[in-house]
């Protein structure tokens, strides 16, 4: 039985594409939110807004722009050449610090004033690339904290915690929207829509998971 109604943090990549039919399957009503966060690559909210039509999701784009104010990384800072390889002794330059933090508290106060207490991200510890705020422990603790915040009762689920890159396309597949996740997402650092500029390391993890499916499923 569905229930009532849940906020996806949305993008319009591949891991909150399918976080938003893993909604749409599990929830009655779903409200797709995007943020405009100072991103290079604006277009993501563009496809966002079509998938979330073609998906018959309310789509919201709300401003976070301060947030490129707050730090240094290459997502947002144009004269910043991106790490194509995780540092040994620091996170890569595409990290943007609290940038989960302040989307999910604001996609919860969002929530809060529709009457709406779950949350869905696509976060994942399995192949969370060294990002400290996609770690479980991260989203059970700030989960604890926006419960505290606002005395309600909010649930973050996040169903590709622990599934690889793999895993998450034969998800999208099982839940219909294998085509429309592999031509209509933005995953790409670069900006290039669908598998994308194949050398960021965006598109490195997501091609990986993709051989490795496709190989899994000719063999069944």
Avoid at 137 to 162: G, R, Y
Avoid at 180 to 206: F, S
Wanted: some cysteine.
């Amino acid at each position: 039985m569905k229930q009532s109604s849940a906020v996806v943090l949305f993008s319009g990549g591949q891991d909150s594409t399918t976080c938003l039919f893993w909604a749409k399957k599990h929830f009655k009503k779903v409200y797709a939110v995007s943020f405009l966060y100072g991103q290079k690559h604006q277009k993501e909210c563009e496809l966002a807004r079509a998938i979330a039509e073609k998906a018959e999701v309310e789509f919201h784009l709300l401003d976070a722009r301060f947030i490129a104010s707050l730090g240094r990384n290459s997502l947002t800072d144009t004269t910043l050449e991106m790490d194509t390889e995780k540092p040994e002794d620091s996170f890569p330059n595409t990290f943007v610090p609290g940038r989960n933090l302040f989307f999910l508290s604001i996609a919860a106060v969002f929530a809060r004033e529709r009457g709406v207490f779950h949350l869905v991200t696509g976060v994942s510890q399995t192949d969370y690339s060294g990002y400290p705020d996609c770690r479980d422990s991260f989203i059970k603790s700030l989960n604890v904290s926006l419960n505290l915040a606002m005395d309600e009762q909010f649930c973050i689920h996040t169903p590709l915690m622990w599934i690889n890159k793999a895993e998450t396309w034969a998800l999208s597949d099982e839940l219909g929207v294998f085509d429309l996740v592999r031509t209509q997402t933005l995953t790409c650092y670069n900006g290039i829509q669908g598998d994308g500029c194949g050398h960021c390391p965006a598109c490195k993890l997501r091609k990986e998971g993709l051989d490795e499916y496709l190989a899994t499923k000719k063999k069944v």
